[in-house]
Nanobody, 128 residues
Framework: QVHLVESGGGSVQAGGSLRLSCAASASTFSSYAMGWFRQAPGKEREFVAVISYSGGSTFYADSVKGRFTIARDNAKKSVFLQMNSLKPEDTAVYYC?????????????????????WGQGTQVTVSS
């Protein structure tokens, strides 16, 4: 189990930017793929982005592709989500999550059930 703490959420106008951070406690952080998910009020949790354990592979939901960038710093045991050109429909609670499996190579087909540790979430609100 990996303890995860998100930060960086807030309120921003449409077209603005935010950078989310997720700090992990595990010494094995560099062994896990990491993902970002979000959940809007009244909606199911949805996938946003994932990054492989090495950072060499990333995958995005179509809704955020070209606007959001996921990155990680294994030395600092952190993963980030840079969100640009934000839209009101990006409003949600954003969660980071750690893979259940170590050293996963292919992150493009991961489902939410592949992630075993979750943070408490950080609110992002985008106004029009």
């Amino acid at each position: 189990q990996v303890h995860l703490v998100e930060s960086g959420g807030g309120s921003v106008q449409a077209g603005g930017s935010l950078r989310l951070s997720c700090a992990a406690s595990a010494s094995t952080f560099s062994s896990y793929a990491m993902g970002w998910f979000r959940q809007a009020p009244g909606k199911e949790r949805e996938f946003v982005a994932v990054i492989s354990y090495s950072g060499g592979s990333t995958f995005y939901a179509d809704s955020v592709k070209g606007r959001f960038t996921i990155a990680r710093d294994n030395a600092k045991k952190s993963v980030f989500l840079q969100m640009n050109s934000l839209k009101p429909e990006d409003t949600a609670v954003y969660y980071c999550a750690a893979d259940r499996q170590l050293w996963r190579v292919d992150v493009t087909t991961m489902a939410s059930t592949d992630f075993g540790s979750w943070g408490q979430g950080t609110q992002v609100t985008v106004s029009s």
